[in-house]
């Protein structure tokens, strides 16, 4: 299942004060590193999402605690036969949870000059991108889908994206929302779940 939470940049100072209490010491460490109020922000309402979706699926209400892989992909302390991704960008956060293996990123569609295309764009791939009239939605959502797969083990942007192709991309599903794309990796088509602040802050 995946879960979005949509404009999370009109949220504020009152929504991260409330969602304190529902964190791990683990997750308020990693906010207390950050800088830009809106990344905390994020980051703890992404975590929040990951406590809805346990409890919804499996029942599961203890604050999560993660350890890591070898390339830093997070993984359930406690429940390894549970798998999830988390991802947030300016304009909204997504989580997948399922029983297989899985990845998620969600990224807003803000312009991507080609120039910056080049540094993840095969050229093949630039090439027939570069003749469309919708070039920005096509580097968005090719992005999303690339940094998805690279997510699965956990490499992320030391991946070189370059080489991510046709073949490695498809199981990559992708949703489009308002100001987003959403790619996920799963051996089948999951449903999708939108929530608010009212699901997330009264878990």
């Not at 009152?14 to 529902?22: G, N, S």
């Not at 979706?53 to 390894?80: C, N, R, V």
Request: charged letters at 30%.
């Amino acid at each position: 299942m995946i879960y979005i939470f949509e404009n999370t940049d009109t949220l504020g100072d009152d929504f991260l004060k409330a969602a304190i209490p529902l964190l791990s010491l683990q997750r308020l460490k990693k906010i207390d590193k950050m800088r830009i109020d809106s990344d905390k922000i994020n980051s703890a309402a992404v975590y929040l999402m990951l406590r809805f979706a346990l409890k919804e699926q499996y029942g599961i209400s203890e604050k999560p605690q993660f350890i890591y892989g070898e390339h830093g992909k997070p993984y359930l302390k406690d429940t390894q036969e549970i798998y999830f991704s988390l991802s947030h960008c300016r304009n909204a956060c997504a989580c997948i949870v399922s029983d297989k293996e899985t990845a998620v990123d969600i990224t807003d569609t803000r312009r991507i000059s080609l120039r910056t295309a080049t540094y993840f764009c095969s050229k093949a791939e630039f090439e027939s991108i570069n003749t469309l009239s919708e070039k920005n939605n096509e580097l968005v959502k090719l992005w999303s889908a690339k940094e998805c797969y690279s997510k699965l083990d956990g490499s992320g942007l030391s991946t070189d994206f370059k080489k991510i192709g046709k073949e490695q991309l498809k199981d990559i599903h992708t949703i489009k929302g308002d100001k987003y794309y959403l790619a996920y990796y799963s051996q089948k088509e999951e449903s999708a779940k939108k929530l608010s602040s009212s699901n997330l802050l009264y878990i």
